[in-house]
Structure formats: structure tokens, C-alpha cells
């Protein structure tokens, strides 16, 4: 049986009215967009629609059973109307509904609509039940503007690298926004909105296919195993944090900010030797002592152009790279929700304890951040300070820049 919270009506999404003669807010700006458009009833109100749809991509409902397993390619649901007429129903991002136990939503562009299309349908409705509802014919005309559209306007990685961010439909409550701020860096990365508990991400399919392929996550029971280790700040290598912790041990004991190099690397070389020293043999110690040297090094690097680069202080340095997997562990949860392995009940207790265990490390945003930066430059960068840097640098700085940011408009403390 499933859990309360899994239980629920909300299949499609339906959005009420404005009153009469009042102005609709919508959930995000997409929307609004459209919603202004509607409001318009001439042609090029018509195509600046269509052309925001073909820039966007639709999410399609599809019966759970029908998506799983699938690439994302089940036949389109059909919807008969008392009169006869047939359509086929997509929505926008902003107005998906809360997640259902048996109905998932599959993200498809104007040219994927095309090529499922059934016969002797001649409707689609977008957003329908909403203020910024649209119809439009499915007429072999219509479809070849709807392909040349889409040729024109989507790619792929087109919605990325942006502050998409709620207006309506998100949590109240500041613990969870907390949590769900800790996910900014992908967020933004992936042009998600970074302030809903109402998960649909890249779609069933794509969500299923990004756990699985990045993650080894197939279920439940490896989503949760994932999802615990990340927020006990416990998946990444354990090297990291004990280099960074000799450091900041030393700094106690000398009762100075900054610690010298050289006695930073002779400090962790001696003291995995004195603990391993009964465990692994000299040849391991040997090569594991050197390792954490070149780590401290790669480590003071990565530090350098941080400071050069604004994202330390200038005589700032990353205490823990805690925030790697802390702010990983928020999107999983999230990414599990979208792909069905989590509950409602489990996506929210993730990001609220995610954001709890950032409070306790951290004093402020752009330390977490610093942090974050630092865990997955040492995870993918190798020190060539490529797009696995610049791009988390782009994300850094757009984050503490926008008025729009989670980590402007949600307090760490």
C-alpha cells in the first residue's frame, strides 16, 4: 500500500482563473510569458507562443506502467471530448502538478510530438485547465511549423545555466527552502527550478536514465543507500577531508590563520603513517604519504585561483569540501522523486536534513559554495581548470549576484 502522502488527485495540473478583471500571477516567468500571450488573440501571438514551446519542450503525461522501462517514447495519451474531438494534452514546465504514484510526466519537443503522434488526432492542447491555456490544430501545415521551429530554436543544453526560480507552488516552509537552496550549483546548471518540492526535472525517462547512468541508482533501495552516504558527507574519498582537517588542526595548535606548507605536508605524512603503520606495509605507506602530499598541493593550487577569481577572500581557504556532497545529496533526492524511488515524505525529510548539515559546517553561502567548488574540481578538474571549473565559477558568481538567488533570499543562518 502506498504512503499517505503518495495517495493523492492531482493528476493533471489545473491552475485557477484570475477574477474578473484581475491579472493572473503565474508560477514562473515562462508562463507568464504565455499567459500574456494568450491574452492576445492575433498570429504572432500564435507563433510567439509556439516559438517559447519550441525553445522549452513539453512534459506529456503518461501512465507509470506505460514509462517504465521505456526511453521516454510511450505512445502519447489521447483525451475524447463529449463532442467527439480528440487532443493531445503537454504542459510547460511551471504548471506541472505534484508528482503522482501512477501517472509520470515525460519531457518531448515539438519535432518528438510530431513523430508519436496518432492518427485522427487534429488537437493539442498546451496548459490546458490554466490561465495560459493554448490550442493548436495538428494539421500537416501546423507540423511543419512546428518542426522548423524546433530546428530553429531547441538545443539540447538551451535551458541551462540559468536562475529558474518559483513564484507560486513553492514550500513555505524556510527549512526546506534551506535544503533545496543547498542544490543551487545544478540547479542553475541545469536551468531547474531550484525552490520546488514538485519534481519533474528532465522528465520520468530522463530522470530514470540520469540516476542510473551517473549514479548506478536502479530503486529504492539504492537511491536511499546514495542519498544517506551523500548527507553523511561520506561518499567522496576520505583523503580529502583528512588533509583539509590537519590544516585546520594545525591552525589550532599554532593559534595562526595560515599554516606553512611545508608543515602542512609533513603533518599528514607523518600521521597516516603513525596510524597505518600496523595495517599496510611500507610500500603502501609510502605511496599513500606521497599521495596526501600532492594533495596538498593540488589543494593550495585550486586555492590560489579561487582568491584570484573572487570565489575566496583574499586570505580565505576551504575549511571542508563537506558542501560536495551535501548539495549533490539534495538534487538525488530530488532526482529519486522524479524517477519514483522516493516518497514525498522522503524527498522532504532528504532536503531538510541536507540543509541542517549545512548550517553546521558552514557560516555563509559563499563558504558552502567554495566548498562545493572545490570537491568536484578535485573529483573531475585534474588541475586543467576546464568547463568542470568554469562553469561551477559562472554558477558561483550568477548566485550570489541575482536578487533572484536561493542564497539571496533564503538565509543560511
Not at 542510473?212 to 561518499?235: C, M, N, Q, V
Request: with cysteine.
Amino acid at each position: 500500500m502506498l504512503p499517505e502522502d503518495e495517495t493523492h488527485d492531482e493528476v493533471l495540473p489545473y491552475l485557477e482563473e484570475p477574477p474578473e478583471g484581475g491579472r493572473w500571477l503565474a508560477p514562473a516567468l515562462r508562463e507568464q510569458r504565455l499567459y500574456e500571450l494568450c491574452r492576445d488573440g492575433g498570429d504572432e501571438a500564435h507563433l510567439a507562443y509556439l516559438r517559447v514551446v519550441a525553445a522549452e519542450g513539453l512534459y506529456r503525461p503518461v501512465a507509470l506502467g506505460e514509462a517504465r522501462g521505456g526511453d521516454g517514447s510511450a505512445p502519447l495519451h489521447v483525451t475524447t471530448l463529449p463532442d467527439g474531438r480528440r487532443l493531445v494534452r503537454a504542459y510547460t514546465a511551471g504548471v506541472l502538478p505534484r508528482p503522482h504514484p501512477d501517472v509520470v510526466y515525460e519531457f518531448v519537443t515539438l519535432r518528438g510530438l510530431v513523430a508519436l503522434w496518432p492518427d485522427d488526432v487534429h488537437v493539442l492542447l498546451v496548459n490546458g485547465a490554466t490561465p495560459c491555456a493554448r490550442a493548436f490544430l495538428a494539421t500537416e501545415d501546423e507540423w511543419d511549423t512546428w518542426l522548423g521551429l524546433h530546428d530553429e530554436l531547441f538545443e539540447p543544453d538551451g535551458t541551462c545555466d540559468r536562475i529558474e526560480t518559483r513564484r507560486t507552488g513553492m514550500p513555505q516552509d524556510e527549512g526546506l527552502l534551506r535544503g533545496l537552496a543547498c542544490g543551487a550549483h545544478l540547479c542553475y546548471g541545469n536551468g531547474d527550478a531550484w525552490n520546488t518540492l514538485d519534481w519533474h526535472g528532465a522528465g520520468y525517462s530522463g530522470e530514470v536514465e540520469r540516476l542510473a547512468g551517473s549514479w548506478g541508482i536502479r530503486d529504492h533501495d539504492d537511491w536511499l543507500e546514495t542519498t544517506e552516504r551523500l548527507l553523511a558527507a561520506e561518499l567522496s574519498p576520505w583523503v580529502w577531508e583528512y588533509v583539509l582537517g590537519a590544516r585546520l588542526w594545525l591552525a589550532q595548535q599554532m593559534g595562526e590563520r595560515r599554516v606553512d606548507p611545508v608543515v602542512w605536508r609533513d603533518c599528514v605524512e607523518q600521521s597516516i603513517r603513525e596510524q597505518l603503520k600496523d595495517e599496510v606495509s611500507d610500500e603502501e605507506l609510502e605511496d599513500l604519504g606521497a599521495g596526501l602530499r600532492g594533495l596538498v598541493g593540488k589543494i593550495m593550487r585550486y586555492e590560489s585561483r579561487f582568491r584570484a577569481d573572487g570565489l575566496l577572500p583574499p586570505d580565505g581557504y576551504v575549511r571542508t569540501v563537506a558542501a560536495w556532497d551535501l548539495g549533490r545529496a539534495t538534487m538525488v533526492a530530488r532526482w529519486g522523486r522524479g524517477a519514483r524511488y522516493a516518497t514525498e515524505q522522503e524527498l522532504h525529510a532528504a532536503v531538510e536534513r541536507a540543509g541542517k548539515a549545512v548550517q553546521a559546517v558552514y557560516g555563509s553561502w559563499p563558504e558552502f559554495s567554495a566548498g562545493y567548488v572545490l570537491g568536484r574540481c578535485l573529483h573531475f578538474d585534474q588541475e586543467t581548470f576546464g568547463d568542470w571549473y568554469t562553469t561551477v565559477l559562472e554558477a558561483h558568481r550568477a548566485l550570489l549576484a541575482s536578487p533572484n538567488s536561493p542564497w539571496n533570499t533564503v538565509p543560511l543562518h
